[in-house]
C-alpha cells in the first residue's frame, strides 16, 4: 500500500488550505513574490486544481527596486504557464520617488511594499491573500495560524488569535476584514528545497552561485544590479562568486560567498550552515520585534 | 557554547554524511518519520525552556539567532544574565515584555531518526484556547509537571484537553528534579499521583521521564544525577514513540471540498481522503443522497492513480452523474457512516459569552457550515476535578 512520505503530507495538507480558500472565499488572490517558497506555492496550487486553472489570480507587489533576472523570471514563467497575474506598484510612492538609498529600508518598505499591498488589496476587493510564510523563518511567523484575519485595516492582532483546530479554519469575515492565508506554515527551509529538487520547479538562477558585481557595505554584500546604485567614494564593484538565500529588493538583499551552483549543493551549503535564512535581510535586523511590528502593520 | 556534552554523535555522523554524500542524506530524509507534538502544563512548569533546550542541544539554533538570545538574555532573561531559552520560542513583543507564553508557537528540528513539530503552548488558563489550537495538531503531549509542586490544576486542565482532542499519547515529563535534588521519591509520588488522576482518562500510552531543562539532564543526555532512573531520555522517547492510527485500514471515505469543472466534459470530485484507500472500479456512495457510482479515475496533476490513501488530497471522477457538491461524503458503498440531524456530543466552549440552549449557532462540519441548535446540555464537566456538574 502507498506510504506518504513527509513531504506528500505537506503537499497534502497545503492543497486541502487552497482548495478550502477557493470553496468558501468570495475574492482570493495569491500573493507571488518570485521567491523560492512562491515557486512552491504557485506549484502546489497548480496541482490543488488540476485539470482546471487557478480559480483565482496572482498578484506580485513590485517596489520597482526587484533584481533584474526575478522580474526576467516572472514575465517568462507566467507567459509559459498561462496564468493571470496582476502587478501593482505604489504609484504614490513612484511619484514622491520613494526608494531604498534615498530613504531608507525602513522607509522604502513600509511605502513600497507595505502600503503597496494594502492599496491592492483595497483596490480589488480580494477577502482572502496567500501568502508563502512559513513559520520557521521568524519568530513572530511561529506564532501566526494559517487562517489569519485580518481587520479592515489590515491589521493583525497577535494576542487575540482565532481558535484554529484540526484542520477546520474559520474563515467567516465581515465586509472590509480578510484573511491572509499561509499554505506553506509547516514546511521548513529544508522541506522547501527537497521539495524543489523532487519536483523540479524552476526558480531564479540568483539562488545558485555565479560570478556577480557586488560591493560591501555594512557588513552585507550588495550585488550592483544597475546603474541607480550610488557609489560611495572608493567603492568599486567586485567580481565574486555569491548567490542569494533569499530574494527581495536588490539593495536591501544580502548575497552570501558561494560556490553551490547546483540544487544538491544549495542544500548543503544551507545545512551546514550556522547562520539563518533571514540574517541576510536588512529589514528584519531593525529591532528584534521588528517583523511582528511590520506584520501587525499589514505586511505579509 | 562548544562544550562536549553537546557534541552528539549522530550530529556528526549527520554532517559527515551531509559534507560528503548529500543525495543519499535527502534520500533519507525523505522517508525519515515525523511526529507532532505539544508541550503543556501550568505556567512556570518549564515549557519554553524545555523546547529552547531540545533546539539548543540538537545544534538548531543558528550563530545569528544565538547572538539574539545571548543579547535578549541579559536584557529581559530571566535567569540572571544566563541563557533564558525560553527567549528562543516567545516570539510575541507582549510575551517577552511579560514573561508568559500567549499564543502557541510551532517549531521544528530533527535528529536522524525522525522530524519534528513541536507546538509550544501557553499555561495560563485564560489562555487555554490557544492551548487547544496547538493540540489540535498533535500526537503526543508532554506534559510538564515541576517537581516541587507536583500536579496542579492546569495540569489536570490540560490531560482532560488534549485527551478529549484526540491526543492519545502523553508523556508526563516531571521537570526541575534539579530544584528537589533529583530525589527518586519525589518523582515517584508525583507517577503515583498522575496514574491514578489518569484512571478517568483515555490515553493508550503514558510514559514518565524525570528531568531538568535548565541544566539538559535526560534531555538529551541521560547525565549523572539522575542514575536511578533507567528509562529513555526524553529524546529517545520523542524518537521511538509509536502513532501509527491505521487510518488507511478504515473503510474509505472523502469528504468533497471542491467540484472540479473546468469544462463541460470533465466534472470531478477533489478532496482530502479522510480514512482508507481508494481504487479506479470501487463502489462508492454519496451522502447524504445516498447515490450510488464507481469510481472512474483518480486524478492528479502527476497523472491518474492506481490507489490513494487516507491523507492524500486527490480528485475523483465517477462513471455517472450525481449530483455530489461540497460537503458531501464520499464512502464506501457497504460500510458507509450513518447519518443523521441529531447526535451528542462533548464539547469545549470558548468563547467569552456563555453557551446557550436553543439559541441558533453555526456549526462547521469539516466543509460544511450549517445552522444548529444545542438542545440540552446535560452535564459540564469540571476541568479541574473531572466531576460532573449539572448542566
Redesign the interface.
Known amino acids: 500500500?502507498?506510504?506518504?512520505?513527509?513531504?506528500?503530507?505537506l503537499?497534502?495538507e497545503s492543497?486541502?488550505i487552497m482548495?478550502?480558500v477557493?470553496?468558501t472565499c468570495d475574492n482570493p488572490v495569491m500573493l507571488y513574490s518570485i521567491g523560492k517558497d512562491s515557486s512552491v506555492m504557485l506549484h502546489l496550487a497548480?496541482?490543488?486544481?488540476?485539470?482546471?486553472?487557478l480559480p483565482f489570480p496572482l498578484m506580485h507587489v513590485d517596489t520597482t527596486w526587484k533584481f533584474r533576472e526575478m522580474i526576467e523570471f516572472r514575465e517568462k514563467f507566467i507567459a509559459e504557464n498561462n496564468l493571470d497575474l496582476i502587478v501593482h506598484i505604489n504609484q504614490d510612492g513612484v511619484d514622491q520617488g520613494i526608494g531604498p538609498f534615498s530613504h531608507g529600508s525602513a522607509t522604502h518598505t513600509d511605502v513600497m511594499k507595505t502600503q503597496g499591498l494594502k492599496q491592492a488589496l483595497d483596490k480589488y476587493g480580494f477577502d482572502a491573500a496567500f501568502g508563502g510564510a512559513r513559520?520557521?523563518e521568524?519568530?513572530?511567523r511561529?506564532?501566526e495560524?494559517i487562517f489569519s484575519f485580518r481587520s479592515a485595516q489590515h491589521r493583525w492582532d497577535?494576542?487575540n488569535?482565532r481558535?484554529?483546530?484540526?484542520?477546520?479554519y474559520?474563515n467567516?469575515i465581515q465586509k472590509g476584514e480578510s484573511m491572509r492565508v499561509f499554505p506553506l506554515?509547516?514546511w521548513?527551509e529544508?522541506d522547501i528545497w527537497?521539495y524543489i529538487?523532487?519536483e523540479n520547479i524552476p526558480i531564479v538562477p540568483l539562488y545558485l552561485a555565479k560570478k556577480r558585481p557586488v560591493v560591501e557595505r555594512d557588513g552585507m554584500l550588495v550585488m550592483v544590479d544597475d546603474d541607480r546604485m550610488p557609489l560611495n567614494p572608493g567603492e568599486e564593484p567586485e567580481m565574486k562568486m555569491v548567490r542569494f538565500r533569499t530574494l527581495g529588493c536588490y539593495p536591501l538583499t544580502g548575497a552570501v560567498e558561494s560556490t553551490a551552483t547546483t540544487l544538491?549543493?544549495i542544500?548543503?551549503e544551507m545545512?551546514?550552515?550556522?547562520?539563518?535564512e533571514r540574517?541576510g535581510r536588512a529589514i528584519d535586523k531593525d529591532s528584534?520585534?521588528s517583523m511582528?511590528?511590520k506584520k501587525q502593520e499589514g505586511y505579509f | 557554547m562548544s562544550d562536549s556534552k553537546n557534541d552528539k554523535s549522530y550530529e556528526v555522523a549527520q554532517s559527515d554524511q551531509i559534507a560528503s554524500d548529500i543525495e543519499g542524506y535527502l534520500k533519507d530524509q525523505e522517508h525519515k518519520s515525523f511526529l507532532r507534538f505539544i508541550t503543556c502544563g501550568s505556567v512556570d512548569d518549564g515549557k519554553s525552556t524545555l523546547i529552547g533546550r531540545l533546539l539548543y542541544d540538537s545544534k538548531l539554533i543558528f550563530e545569528d539567532q544565538l547572538a539574539t538570545l545571548e543579547n535578549d538574555s541579559k536584557k529581559v532573561g530571566t535567569q540572571g544574565g544566563d541563557m533564558d531559552f525560553a527567549l528562543l520560542v516567545d516570539g510575541l513583543a507582549a510575551e517577552r515584555e511579560q514573561g508568559i507564553t500567549i499564543d502557541v508557537a510551532y517549531r521544528f528540528f530533527s535528529t536522524d531518526k525522525r522530524k519534528f513539530i513541536v507546538a509550544d503552548t501557553p499555561g495560563h488558563e485564560q489562555y487555554t484556547r490557544n492551548m487547544a489550537t496547538g493540540a489540535s495538531s498533535a500526537d503526543v503531549a508532554v506534559l510538564l509537571i515541576d517537581a516541587r509542586k507536583g500536579i496542579l490544576t492546569q495540569t489536570r486542565r490540560h490531560s482532560y484537553i488534549v485527551n478529549l482532542l484526540g491526543i492519545r499519547h502523553a508523556v508526563v515529563a516531571i521537570n526541575k528534579m534539579d530544584l528537589v535534588d533529583y530525589a527518586q521519591d519525589a518523582y515517584e509520588t508525583i507517577e503515583k499521583d498522575y496514574r491514578s488522576f489518569a484512571e478517568n482518562l483515555n490515553f493508550s500510552s503514558i510514559t514518565f521521564v524525570p528531568l531538568s531543562a535548565l541544566k539538559g539532564d535526560n534531555i538529551i543526555d541521560s547525565g549523572d544525577n539522575m542514575d536511578w532512573y533507567e528509562g529513555p531520555t526524553l529524546m529517545s522517547l520523542l524518537e521511538t514513540i509509536d502513532v501509527s492510527n491505521q487510518k488507511e485500514e478504515n473503510p474509505f471515505s472523502m469528504l468533497v471540498q471542491w467540484v472540479n469543472r473546468p469544462d463541460l466534459d470533465f466534472r470531478g470530485f477533489s478532496g482530502t481522503i479522510a480514512s482508507g484507500t481508494i481504487k479506479p472500479g470501487d463502489k462508492i456512495i454519496a451522502l447524504p443522497s445516498a447515490k450510488t457510482s464507481t469510481v472512474k479515475s483518480i486524478v492528479t496533476y502527476d497523472g491518474e492513480l492506481d490507489e490513494a490513501v487516507a491523507d492524500q488530497a486527490v480528485t475523483i471522477t465517477l462513471e455517472d452523474e450525481i449530483d455530489i457538491s461540497r460537503g458531501d461524503v464520499i464512502s464506501e458503498i457497504n460500510r458507509r457512516p450513518e447519518t443523521t440531524d441529531q447526535f451528542q456530543a462533548q464539547i469545549i466552549w470558548m468563547h467569552d459569552q456563555p453557551m446557550l440552549p436553543g439559541r441558533p449557532y453555526l456549526i462547521k462540519t469539516t466543509n460544511k457550515t450549517v445552522t444548529g441548535k444545542v438542545t440540552s446540555l446535560k452535564y459540564k464537566v469540571n476541568v479541574n476535578s473531572l466531576e460532573h456538574e449539572a448542566g
Open positions: 500500500m502507498t506510504k506518504l512520505t513527509h513531504l506528500q503530507r503537499e497534502a492543497i486541502h482548495r478550502e477557493a470553496a497548480m496541482k490543488a486544481f488540476h485539470p482546471s486553472k513559520r520557521d521568524e519568530k513572530s511561529a506564532k495560524r497577535p494576542k488569535q481558535p484554529e483546530l484540526w484542520n477546520i474559520n467567516r506554515s509547516n521548513t529544508l527537497q529538487h523532487l544538491p549543493e542544500i548543503q545545512l551546514l550552515t550556522k547562520t539563518s540574517q528584534n520585534a511582528e511590528q
